[in-house]
């Protein structure tokens, strides 16, 4: 059973916020990067005093750094289309919004905003797709293999509708990393209720698509729950159960957990009052990164612009591990932005560089790297090496080699030395001689001209 929704209704009856003795034991039991339990993150979902908070958020840093050290993952979305067959009440996409100019991205277009991307500096992207009948795996092949032969990214991520196994198996062998498919809600008659018609509408063939996946040879998944659709306790409840059967059964947790939480959308038919009636205010938004990050320490726990820059910068504090940056969600947005509307608002604005400072006056590392999915360090292995903390020292390396690559690339003017002390407190940091020789020598070599170098 992926997740028991008769469990999470009865342990999500607890309400009462635990004694700091039981909260410090649960979270000292998560500093060993196995994990907790459903019951213990039900606790946590208790816990709203303040003191109590800060000891959550604090101790979920803590396991991140062990993780993946001080580095944020920065990456981008590249939307591929906004047609959809599907009728989802709270997107903007939704096939009855006969108001949205539909537009899907030929392989020129796709390049083109890849180029763009890449431009800014990105060398790992998330391709955006909704339920397109003239965007399936044929269209996806192309896209994946036109970006490799006429750009420099390095990484190519898939956002998608779910597939059948031989149709995922394709997208695998043309080079897609992480597979993600948000379940949205996991409580099924919200589910039924969110999503009328369409593909879609069938609960169990989302549920189960990253069984397929994973089958069809990706080693690598990436799931979340869109927060605010329905109880949050329930969602987060299930979202990590979803993660722990991953794991049970394929010996890998889910790669990546996004924490989406629900925007306005244009087109949309969610009402003013649906749509805060689950609402998740920030402070149980940063609640529920660290969560997540606590309960499943070797995923990494995604941040979109969704959210505006201070509230990023709190989610940074208390476990996020990645961020998207400079995001547009209109197919063609970074090139001719404003021909169709965006899936959602986006709220925070800023552009790469912008979000890598910040990072950086949050005392962190920002990284464009792509290394893990190139050479192995993927599925049960990826797991098995995060969850020893062996893998910090690789983020670490590769984040100050791809920020010294950025910095030779891209125009800083009077950021240059913010970003000179940044990389110059990191090598410090690095503990072992050997290693932080091969990254001087890798540095040396970009100063020479080489490029993408990684440990
Ligand atoms: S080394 Fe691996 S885990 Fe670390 S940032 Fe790079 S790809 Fe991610």
């Known amino acids: 059973m992926i997740i028991d929704e008769k469990e999470i209704l009865r342990l999500i009856e607890d309400r009462e916020e635990p004694e700091r003795e039981e909260l410090l034991a649960i979270l000292g039991k998560?500093?060993?990067?196995?994990?907790?339990?459903?019951?213990?993150?039900?606790?946590?979902?208790?816990?709203?005093?303040?003191?109590?908070?800060?000891?959550?958020?604090?101790?979920?840093?803590?396991?991140?750094?062990?993780?993946?050290?001080?580095?944020?993952?920065?990456?981008?979305?590249?939307?591929?289309?906004?047609?959809?067959?599907?009728?989802?009440?709270?997107?903007?996409?939704?096939?009855?919004?006969?108001?949205?100019?539909?537009?899907?991205?030929?392989?020129?277009?796709?390049?083109?905003?890849?180029?763009?991307?890449?431009?800014?500096?990105?060398?790992?992207?998330?391709?955006?797709?909704?339920?397109?009948?003239?965007?399936?795996?044929?269209?996806?092949?192309?896209?994946?293999?036109?970006?490799?032969?006429?750009?420099?990214?390095?990484?190519?991520?898939?956002?998608?509708?779910?597939?059948?196994?031989?149709?995922?198996?394709?997208?695998?062998?043309?080079?897609?990393?992480?597979?993600?498919?948000?379940?949205?809600?996991?409580?099924?008659?919200?589910?039924?209720?969110?999503?009328?018609?369409?593909?879609?509408?069938?609960?169990?063939?989302?549920?189960?698509?990253?069984?397929?996946?994973?089958?069809?040879?990706?080693?690598?998944?990436?799931?979340?729950?869109?927060?605010?659709?329905?109880?949050?306790?329930?969602?987060?409840l299930a979202t990590v159960m979803h993660s722990i059967y991953l794991f049970r059964s394929y010996g890998t947790h889910a790669h990546t957990i996004s924490i989406p939480r629900m925007r306005p959308a244009r087109g949309a038919v969610l009402t003013e009052q649906r749509l805060t009636r689950y609402g998740v205010t920030d402070q149980e938004l940063k609640k529920i990164a660290a969560i997540y990050r606590l309960s499943v320490p070797t995923a990494g726990v995604v941040v979109s612009t969704r959210e505006g820059a201070s509230l990023r910068r709190e989610l940074l504090k208390a476990g996020a591990s990645q961020m998207s940056a400079a995001s547009r969600t209109d197919p063609g947005g970074y090139r001719q932005g404003g021909k169709t509307l965006e899936q959602f608002s986006t709220d925070d604005k800023r552009g790469l560089v912008e979000v890598m400072l910040d990072v950086i006056e949050e005392g962190r590392l920002p990284s464009l790297c792509a290394t893990c999915y190139r050479v192995g360090r993927v599925g049960r292995r990826f797991t098995s090496i995060t969850s020893q903390g062996l893998m910090k020292g690789f983020c670490q390396a590769n984040a100050i080699i791809t920020l010294r690559e950025y910095?030779?690339?891209?125009?800083?003017?009077?950021?240059?030395?913010?970003?000179?002390?940044?990389?110059?407190?990191?090598?410090?940091?690095?503990?072992?001689?050997?290693?932080?020789?091969?990254?001087?020598?890798?540095?040396?070599?970009l100063e020479e001209g080489r490029r993408d170098l990684y440990l």
């Open 30 to 236: 998560a500093q060993g990067l196995g994990g907790i339990v459903p019951h213990e993150v039900v606790r946590l979902l208790n816990v709203t005093e303040p003191e109590h908070l800060s000891l959550v958020y604090e101790r979920a840093d803590r396991v991140k750094r062990k993780v993946f050290g001080d580095r944020v993952v920065l990456f981008a979305p590249l939307y591929l289309s906004n047609h959809c067959v599907n009728s989802c009440r709270y997107c903007g996409f939704r096939s009855p919004n006969r108001e949205l100019p539909r537009r899907r991205l030929d392989e020129k277009e796709v390049v083109e905003e890849a180029r763009t991307l890449e431009g800014m500096g990105f060398k790992r992207l998330l391709l955006v797709v909704g339920e397109d009948p003239e965007a399936g795996v044929d269209y996806l092949v192309k896209a994946i293999r036109a970006i490799h032969r006429e750009t420099g990214i390095r990484i190519v991520h898939l956002n998608a509708p779910p597939m059948e196994v031989e149709a995922l198996r394709e997208l695998k062998r043309a080079g897609y990393g992480v597979f993600q498919v948000f379940q949205e809600t996991y409580h099924r008659p919200t589910y039924k209720q969110m999503h009328p018609k369409g593909p879609k509408s069938d609960y169990i063939r989302r549920l189960t698509v990253m069984d397929r996946a994973i089958e069809a040879g990706f080693d690598d998944v990436g799931i979340g729950a869109l927060l605010g659709l329905y109880d949050y306790r329930f969602d987060v």
């Open 407 to 445: 910095m030779l690339e891209a125009e800083l003017d009077g950021l240059k030395e913010t970003f000179e002390n940044a990389l110059k407190r990191a090598l410090e940091e690095i503990k072992e001689e050997r290693v932080r020789e091969y990254v001087l020598k890798k540095l040396k070599e």
